[in-house]
């Protein structure tokens, strides 16, 4: 590999912008969720297109004016508590509490109660056995239970009263005026648009996207990238990892059919390509 080859290839990271996007970038502020120790580049993300239908053409941009304020009377209503009302005379009720009492009259005991049954008579007398004739009387022994006397009665807890409790606030109203000076303030216009119809162009939208840093493009890095885009159906021209408009032009054409940021040369169109 000659050495106009190796050092086209290393400079890879820094011309395939320019190659791809036609002319340097400007100024763009940085991508704010940049991770330290990888690169970062601006790729077209989506081009430049014509809709038919209605459209939007932009007749003036949003902007920030200043504008100055002139000085001007506030006024509000402010309250101020300058005392009480008479005090005012609560009668507050009585606290009862409800209490039950049971007294004993009589414990629980064990007696004798009398029942009365029906006698049996014997159907066939026996011999030598005088015959008793049955009293129906029978004694079963059986728990009296106890006897109680239940009552219930109020217990004052705290007897009614009348109590002096402080007036309500007094508060005196007024209106307050407050002189405020003069300022300049900034306020943001938005944008204007007038509606159209007919057809509409859609502008290139581009944003940052991690690139490959320029030591990472190595000629045989570009001879594997030359030889996929060949796998693919893209001429990139002979992988021998020379950096040529072909093999750009190749690698643009692939970003565009798969819907890559075009630009650069991206881990995400590396990852495509089957070389990360």
């Known amino acids: 590999m000659s050495n106009n080859s190796a050092k086209a290839a290393a400079a890879l990271a820094l011309t395939l912008s320019a190659c791809l996007a036609g002319g340097a970038h400007g100024q763009e502020a940085p991508p704010p969720d940049g991770v330290p120790g990888r690169c ?10 014509v809709r038919e239908g209605a459209g939007r053409v932009l007749v003036s941009p949003a902007r920030v004016e200043r504008r100055r304020v ?3 009377d506030v006024w509000t209503v402010r309250r101020t508590l300058v005392g009480l009302g008479p005090p005012v005379r609560v009668a507050v009720p009585a606290v009862w509490r409800l ?7 009589a414990p629980a005991r064990v007696v004798w109660r009398r029942k009365a049954q029906p006698g049996f008579a014997y159907d066939v007398p026996r011999p030598g056995v005088q015959a008793l004739e049955p009293t129906g009387e029978v004694l079963c022994r059986v728990v009296q239970p106890a006897r109680w006397r239940v009552e219930h009665r109020r217990v004052l807890l705290r007897p009614a009263r009348v109590e002096l409790r402080p007036g309500r606030p007094l508060y005196r109203i ?3 005026r407050t002189r405020v000076a003069a300022r300049v303030e900034l306020v943001r216009i938005p944008a204007v648009w007038r509606e159209t119809a007919g057809l509409a162009r859609v502008q290139a939208r581009a944003g940052w996207a991690e690139v490959l840093c320029q030591g990472a493009v190595t000629p045989a890095f570009l001879a594997r990238v030359q030889a996929s885009l060949l796998a693919r159906g893209y001429d990139p021209g002979a992988p021998d990892g020379a950096a040529r408009a072909e093999t750009f032009a190749a690698l643009r054409r692939f970003q565009h059919d798969r819907g890559l940021g075009e630009g650069q040369l ?3 169109t590396a990852r495509a390509l089957g070389l990360l």
Do not use: D, I
């Not at 970062?40 to 297109?49: I, N």
């Not at 209490?99 to 009259?105: A, D, F, I, S």
């Open 99 to 105: 209490e039950t009492r049971r007294t004993l009259l």
């Open 266 to 268: 991206t881990v995400e």
């Open 40 to 49: 970062y580049g601006r790729v077209q993300l989506a081009p430049a297109t």
């Open 70 to 72: 002139p000085a001007h």
């Open 174 to 176: 007024e209106r307050v």
